[in-house]
């Protein structure tokens, strides 16, 4: 049998996964999925995903706010965050981050939201999830205020090699979603082999970023076995083996202990 894959970013209360969750959790078991982080992007969302975690044991659950909605980061938001860490559920703070694309919030609003949401995530030596897109250059400067080695990773990887090699010099893991499959990704795909094996993680981002074979629908954790089968053949292994070496990582990642 194949090994287990761990969907290590998926938003499994948004619609349409959040209306039929029932259905797409039978689907990803019977795909081989044994775990989802189900990922919260505001107050509403995260306690939504805490509460699904609760009761889907194949389902943790990460909470943050999002750089988009960096806006809702009041202080009541922060402290509602960390308020829902306090649930065992809870695997990680996320997600988190810069987002300099098509973005409703000012670069100031998100640093100060994610300086507030690190400091939970330090404090609780839970696992960060960092969402980063055109903001390389100012994410790294706010890592860099902290002490290294980092805990946690750089979900759906993009941006140039050089900021992959500055993420895994912090101590990031870096996890590889659906669009490493599109046929235009040269430069995504590139970033593959930068990775070591001990640093490698595999994604959805469902319902968003459906991968090649499925382009265009719903994406849903069940897919994932397609993006494993592209980033197997971009490193030159089998899926059996490329399964094997991800739900290792994530595992030690968000400390599941069945390992
Ligand atoms: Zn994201
Ligand atoms: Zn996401």
Request: negative net charge; hydrophobic residues 45%; aromatic residues 6%.
């Amino acid at each position: 049998m194949a090994p287990e894959l761990i969907d290590t970013h998926c938003h499994l209360t948004y619609d349409p996964l959040g209306s039929s969750v029932d259905a797409v959790l039978a689907r990803a078991k019977r795909a081989g999925v044994g775990w989802c982080i189900s990922i919260g992007t505001d107050v509403e969302s995260s306690r939504a995903t805490v509460a699904l975690a609760r009761r889907e044991a194949m389902v943790h659950a990460a909470v943050g706010i999002h750089p988009h909605d960096a806006r809702t980061a009041t202080d009541d938001a922060i402290r509602a965050i960390d308020g829902l860490a306090d649930d065992p559920r809870v695997v990680a703070i996320g997600e988190v981050g810069l987002d300099c694309y098509r973005t409703p919030a000012t670069l100031d609003q998100q640093v100060d939201a994610l300086h507030a949401l690190i400091e939970i995530a330090r404090r609780r030596n839970l696992p960060l999830l960092i969402h980063c897109r055109h903001a390389y250059d100012p994410l790294l400067a706010v890592l860099r205020h902290y002490p290294s080695p980092w805990h946690g990773l750089m979900h759906c990887a993009s941006g140039p090699p050089e900021f992959i090699h500055a993420a895994l010099a912090l101590g990031f893991y870096i996890s590889f979603a659906g669009n490493v499959t599109f046929p235009n990704a040269h430069a995504l795909r590139a970033l593959v082999p930068l990775v070591p094996d001990d640093r490698l993680l595999i994604e959805t981002d469902a319902p968003f970023l459906a991968p090649q074979p499925v382009r265009g629908k719903p994406n849903e954790p069940a897919y994932i076995v397609h993006t494993a089968a592209a980033l197997a053949q971009l490193r030159g292994v089998d899926v059996g083996t490329l399964g094997q070496l991800t739900s290792r990582n994530a595992k030690r990642l968000f400390g599941f202990t069945d390992a």
